[in-house]
């Protein structure tokens, strides 16, 4: 989609920490269809057809989601993970390879070897991200963000913010994001003067430029 907006080399994209269940426990002995069903009340059937087509949804754009195996976990240190890539520049490449283990390979990514690992896989120093994952290094920082998703009145995910002022919320259509992305940067642009010179009026009263011939 960002291939098609005009301007995508002035687009920088920056993902924020946002924690969808930060009261869950590190490891835990249900998983993802027995989640889904005790937090919306649904049977466990039902909670198995609304996450086949949510998988089949995503195949339909190469992503493979792999609820049967998926461990559920608390994320906070994936987070906390996340702002010391940023700090190395490798902030897209580690949120990527989170996703990518936790949705597609089953992998548990509260555990601190198998985040040293990821981390590792896309260039992190793995004694750095073993000494920052056993302190409370970023915690503050993952809260900060927290707290600002809250006062945008973020709910869940995806959402979406260009320029603090278009937002857009859920799934969307290329569509949707293109609008806003050419809002917000006609927005960013100096005025373009039309017409060339007319009368001009200022503190020194009302003059008409000299016509060139």
Known sequence: MLKSFPHSDQV????????????????????????????????????????????????MVGLEFNYDTMVLTNTFDAHRLTLLAAKHGKMLEIS????????????????????????????????????????????????????????????GVPFFVINRKYAISGAQRSEV?????????????PLTILGGDGEICDENGCRIPDKKE
């Open 12 to 59: 920088e994209i920056s993902y924020r920490c946002f924690e969808l269940d930060p009261d869950a426990e590190r490891d835990v002995d249900y998983n993802y269809y027995d989640k889904l069903a005790m937090k919306y009340g649904m049977s466990r059937e039902q909670a198995i057809a609304a996450s086949n087509n949510t998988k089949r949804q995503a195949e």
């Open 96 to 155: 990527e390879r989170l996703f990518r283990a936790f949705f597609t390979e089953s992998r548990h990514i509260g555990d601190h070897k198998t985040l040293v690992q990821l981390a590792v896989e896309v260039g992190l120093d793995p004694a750095e991200s073993a000494a920052v994952l056993e302190s409370d290094a970023f915690a503050g920082d993952v809260r900060a963000d927290e707290q600002e998703a809250m006062d945008l009145g973020v709910t």
């Open 177 to 189: 994001f293109l609008d806003a992305l050419q809002r917000a940067w006609q927005e960013e642009q």
